[in-house]
């Protein structure tokens, strides 16, 4: 289950819990950390383990995608680059999937996971090249809402890759992790 904190309290990010409701993710927007397009995920002993950034620049805005980068936290400090997220701009006014790149990058692949459906609505799955769905995001319950809403994460595929890919979801449609 994902949580949304609100801005107040502690910067606003999300949490997110397992069945038993214990804190296994937290991540912090920028509130935290005082920059845009910045984002930590933590996990359930509050240690930073990846850093997310929305990459800049020139070559940033004249390119049709937003570009954001994840980097695994070594004592706190970004490291080792993990994966690339892929956004069109929305001033574009084209309809395209979220597309999500595994680093290092093989040969001839554009790209590894496409988001495909609303993350606004709550209705949405992160598949991989072949098809197959590795999370499910959606709505569940009486706590159901922009605030609560599930994620099922299937067995194989890494639990903190997808709730960095949701961090940067949530950061991209404005809600709890951005400034």
């Not at 927007?29 to 397009?37: H, Q, V």
């Not at 809402?145 to 449609?173: C, E, K, S, T």
Request: aromatic fraction near 8%; glycine fraction near 14%.
């Amino acid at each position: 289950m994902v949580r949304g904190r609100p801005p107040a309290v502690n910067g606003g990010g999300f949490v997110v819990t397992n069945q038993d409701q214990r804190a296994i993710f937290s991540v912090d927007g920028c509130g935290i950390i005082g920059s845009n397009g910045q984002l930590i995920v933590r996990d359930g002993d509050g240690n930073a383990i990846l850093f997310i950034h929305k990459k800049g620049g020139v070559v940033q805005a004249l390119s049709v995608n937003n570009s954001w980068r994840g980097y695994m936290s070594d004592y706190g400090v970004p490291s080792k680059l993990v994966f690339s997220l892929q956004d069109p701009k929305p001033v574009l006014c084209m309809k395209g999937d979220v597309q999500v790149t595994v680093e290092p990058k093989g040969r001839k692949r554009h790209w590894d996971y496409e988001v495909t459906g609303s993350f606004v609505q709550r209705s949405c799955a992160i598949k991989n090249r072949a098809g197959h769905v590795a999370a499910q995001i959606g709505v569940k319950g009486m706590l159901a809402g922009r605030d609560f809403y599930q994620v099922v994460v299937q067995p194989g595929y890494d639990q903190a890759f997808v709730v960095g890919v949701i961090a940067i979801l949530d950061n991209i449609h404005g809600e709890s992790t951005s400034c």
